[in-house]
């Protein structure tokens, strides 16, 4: 089973409100990240974990927050949404290099 | 930085055309090269990675050689399906190890592709 699953699929939030964002997988992999996919742009990688070490891209540091309770999930963590966090989310997982997606979690900000 | 440049899309084809995707990268490291396919309502999914300069990487029909000389990593098909349909990213990685999925993506092609 090579499924990474995220919830919600769809939010819905406020200018100012936090948005918690959810990613698992079961196959173990060791790695885990968030990608930020905007119409007629590159996906654009937010952060990763390896394990439990978090990295985190320089532009982006300071407007997303994760955590890893155990090697199965990841969650991506906004502390005040902003209009221009509206975006589709992919999470994956790797295992030598080949990134496994969820379906994504697609974020509208009003 | 790295970056990748591909087909702006979308691109519409018959069934049974051929197609070719260009990619185009920049990257002061040795990368690893990849295309993903994003079908509809699905996340992206490896089509397949090419490690090393020179080579090919190939599946469903789908190929792109590693041009390290020019920079290059075009994807192209020989005659392309309805079920192609789908948008192709083009990436690299100029990473090692548990950091390997660590991508530069393009902006995506969108292919249809009318029966």
């Known amino acids: 089973d090579t499924t990474v699953k995220q919830n919600p699929r769809y939010k819905l939030a406020r200018v100012g409100k936090p948005v918690n964002l959810i990613c698992s997988q079961t196959m173990n992999h060791d790695t885990m990240y968030w990608y930020q996919k905007k119409p007629n742009q590159a996906p654009k990688l937010l952060l990763f974990y390896y394990d439990k070490i978090l990295n985190r891209e320089a532009d982006t540091f300071e407007k997303f927050q994760s955590s890893r309770p155990n090697n199965s999930f990841c969650s991506l963590y906004i502390g005040s949404a902003g209009l221009e966090y509206s975006a589709m989310y992919l999470c994956a997982s790797s295992r030598g290099g080949t990134l496994y997606f969820g379906e994504g979690s697609r974020l509208i900000v009003v | 930085g790295d970056s990748v440049t591909q087909t702006e899309g979308p691109v519409t084809l018959s069934e049974g055309t051929s197609l070719t995707v260009n990619c185009s990268y920049e990257?002061?490291?040795?990368?690893?090269l990849f295309w993903y396919v994003q079908y509809p309502g699905e996340g992206p999914q490896l089509l397949f990675k090419?490690?090393?300069?020179?080579e090919k990487g190939s599946s469903r029909g789908f190929e792109a050689t590693y041009n390290k000389e020019a920079t290059s990593f075009h994807l192209q098909k020989a005659s392309v399906q309805e079920s192609d349909s789908a948008v192709y990213y083009c990436?690299?990685?100029?990473?090692?190890?548990?950091?390997?999925?660590?991508?530069?993506f393009g902006a995506g092609t969108q292919l249809i592709v009318i029966p």
């Open positions: 090419v490690p090393k300069a020179n």
């Open positions: 990257t002061k490291q040795y990368p690893t």
């Open positions: 990436a690299l990685s100029d990473q090692r190890g548990s950091a390997l999925g660590r991508l530069h």
